[in-house]
């Protein structure tokens, strides 16, 4: 009757493992990757992307910053 009582509990604590692996893996997926709001664009100084909507316009050029606004356009 022992044996029986431990074989249910290892198989309701695998059940429950499982599950909760299963359930976790699919929420981690939506939380990797934020959505991504409009298009993406290069600073001119720097090369790092940022969405068109946070860019600073200087001079025809996308820049990342204020401070790379400032500088100019560089050498990548």
Do not use: F
């Amino acid at each position: 009757m022992g044996r029986l009582i431990v074989l249910i509990l290892l198989v309701v604590l695998a059940v429950w493992l499982i599950r909760r692996a299963l359930r976790s893996s699919t929420t981690r997926k939506t939380q990797d990757k934020p959505p991504v709001q409009g298009d993406l664009v290069a600073c001119a100084r720097c090369g790092v992307h940022l969405p068109r909507a946070e860019a600073r316009l200087a001079g025809g050029r996308l820049y990342c910053g204020e401070e790379h606004a400032r500088l100019g356009a560089g050498e990548r």
